[in-house]
T-cell receptor, first 114, second 107 residues
Framework: GAVVSQHPSRVICKSGTSVKIECRSL??????MFWYRQFPKQSLMLMAT?????????EQGVEKDKFLINHASLTLSTLTVTSAHPEDSSFYIC??????????FGQGTRLTVV | DAKTTQPNSMESNEEEPVHLPCNHS???????IHWYRQLPSQGPEYVIH???SNVNNRMASLAIAEDRKSSTLILHRATLRDAAVYYC????????FGTGTSLTVIP
């Protein structure tokens, strides 16, 4: 299957700082990417849909000013967690859509805010 | 997007077939049915997807009911590496995850 790479796989940051997570589709172009958050023992929660060259669409209850998404190219989307706090600690996962019907997922980023 | 209902957990003996059910009674005509599985601390892995007809690939088979209100993921011979949380997703635009089924494979 297609490969989606996420970086970093783990990050620890201090409270109040910002963290950027990258999501790359390595062998295909993705006009649409999705960002998820997953807390321990829970399912993935969709945060936003990222479309190349346009503004992201956020799910209800997700603060767009806190979770900045940029999808500047067909192979790269970034999620920036701004002014991170301990409650933002979570497993963040991206996916990229190919062909309109298949989504491939990155390996996830474990964010810990101390 | 259509809601999916799956059992919270299932068990299977190693090398036996496993049938993982999913109900999606509010599915619309053009919605695709996807199955992913996830191991702890990893991103979901694509398993299979289909629209109306049954589908087979090297990992599994997908049996879709004639009215499309339910589907079944079939693992033909469960191995210990198949132990994971399996998610059934009905895709209209986005991919919304339900609670999934945690599959335990007993040696």
């Amino acid at each position: 299957g297609a490969v989606v790479s996420q970086h970093p796989s783990r990050v620890i940051c201090k409270s109040g700082t910002s963290v950027k997570i990258e999501c790359r589709s390595l062998d295909f172009q993705a006009t649409t990417m999705f960002w998820y958050r997953q807390f321990p023992k829970q399912s993935l929660m969709l945060m936003a849909t990222s479309n190349e060259g346009s503004k992201a669409t956020y799910e209800q209850g997700v603060e767009k000013d806190k979770f900045l998404i940029n999808h500047a190219s067909l192979t790269l989307s970034t999620l920036t967690v701004t002014s991170a706090h301990p409650e933002d600690s979570s497993f963040y996962i991206c996916s990229a859509l190919t062909g309109g019907t298949e989504a491939f997922f990155g390996q996830g980023t474990r964010l810990t805010v101390v | 997007d259509a809601k999916t209902t799956q059992p919270n957990s299932m068990e299977s003996n190693e090398e036996e077939p496993v049938h993982l059910p999913c109900n999606h009674s509010t599915i619309s005509g053009t919605d695709y049915i996807h199955w992913y599985r996830q191991l702890p601390s990893q991103g979901p892995e694509y398993v299979i997807h289909g629209l109306t007809s049954n589908v087979n690939n090297r990992m599994a088979s997908l049996a879709i009911a004639e009215d499309r209100k339910s589907s079944t993921l079939i693992l033909h011979r469960a191995t210990l590496r198949d132990a994971a949380v399996y998610y059934c997703i009905v895709q209209r635009n986005q991919f919304y995850f339900g609670t999934g089924t945690s599959l335990t494979v007993i040696p």
